[in-house]
């Protein structure tokens, strides 16, 4: 979708993205079965400062977004609502589900979170209304370095994954599937979602987005 198709689609898509992403973020919780990066170090802050990993979400996010100062990074209307959405969505979620201790159902929401993901991934990229903090950071990264946004991603996401690791979050097999899976599963979203241009050529997936970049909020 581009900035051209109808403002209010447009805007429906974004926050219907931003929370559908906090919701799968709070299925991957409640299956404790190991989180995406970025969580995993909210997980772990959480676990030491006491506050709800929503609230964390927020914080970590506000503060990788003075980042952007330094890399010339310009936010969107995405990029802010990106900050404060998904925390309040997962916390929101995550009141409303019950504790899963059998292992069954700790997989079906582990599975449920991998996949509403890239649902939430399609809508709020195809939304085109900028980057979320933390992939403008990694293609802030990318450009004033002059290295792959691939290993920007490697090198940002290895990073938080210790650091929440050592702080008490959440590494396991989860954690895994949705490394592998996420990829293919925006790259399918992110064409289910995007409209065709006007002009009758092929659908725009995420326009301005840099080659080999899957953008999550």
Request: proline share 5%; charged share 10%; net charge positive.
């Given at each position: 979708?581009?900035?051209?198709q109808p403002l209010a689609r447009r805007l429906?898509?974004?926050?219907?993205?931003?929370?559908?992403?906090?919701?799968?973020?709070?299925?991957?919780?409640?299956?404790?079965?190991?989180?995406?990066?970025?969580?995993?170090?909210?997980?772990?802050?959480?676990?030491?400062?006491?506050?709800?990993?929503?609230?964390?979400?927020?914080?970590?996010?506000?503060?990788?977004?003075?980042?952007?100062?330094?890399?010339?990074?310009?936010?969107?209307?995405?990029?802010?609502?990106?900050?404060?959405?998904?925390?309040?969505?997962?916390?929101?979620?995550?009141?409303?589900?019950?504790?899963?201790?059998?292992?069954?159902?700790?997989?079906?929401?582990?599975?449920?979170?991998?996949?509403?993901?890239?649902?939430?991934?399609?809508?709020?990229?195809?939304?085109?209304?900028?980057?979320?903090?933390?992939?403008?950071?990694?293609?802030?990264?990318?450009?004033?370095?002059?290295?792959?946004?691939?290993?920007?991603?490697?090198?940002?996401?290895?990073?938080?994954?210790?650091?929440?690791?050592?702080?008490?979050?959440?590494?396991?097999?989860?954690?895994?599937?949705?490394?592998?899976?996420?990829?293919?599963?925006?790259?399918?979203?992110?064409?289910?979602?995007?409209?065709?241009?006007?002009?009758?050529?092929?659908?725009?997936?995420?326009?301005?987005?840099?080659?080999?970049?899957?953008?999550?909020?």
């Open positions: 979708m581009s900035a051209s429906i898509q974004l926050y219907a993205g931003l929370v559908l992403y906090g919701a799968s973020s709070a299925l991957l919780v409640r299956a404790d079965l190991g989180m995406e990066p970025w969580n995993v170090l909210h997980q772990g802050l959480a676990e030491r400062t006491g506050l709800t990993i929503g609230v964390v979400s927020i914080v970590v996010g506000a503060a990788v977004l003075l980042l952007w100062i330094p890399l010339r990074q310009r936010p969107g209307l995405g990029t802010i609502s990106n900050v404060f959405v998904v925390g309040l969505a997962m916390d929101g979620t995550l009141s409303l589900l019950p504790q899963v201790h059998n292992l069954a159902g700790r997989g079906a929401l582990l599975l449920a979170g991998v996949l509403l993901n890239g649902v939430a991934t399609g809508l709020y990229i195809t939304a085109a209304f900028g980057a979320g903090p933390r992939d403008g950071l990694m293609t802030g990264l990318h450009r004033r370095t002059g290295r792959s946004i691939r290993l920007m991603r490697t090198a940002v996401e290895v990073t938080v994954v210790v650091t929440g690791f050592c702080l008490g979050g959440t590494v396991g097999v989860g954690t895994v599937v949705y490394a592998v899976s996420i990829g293919p599963l925006a790259q399918f979203f992110l064409r289910v979602f995007a409209a065709p241009a006007a002009s009758g050529s092929s659908p725009v997936v995420a326009a301005g987005t840099p080659r080999g970049a899957i953008l999550r909020p």
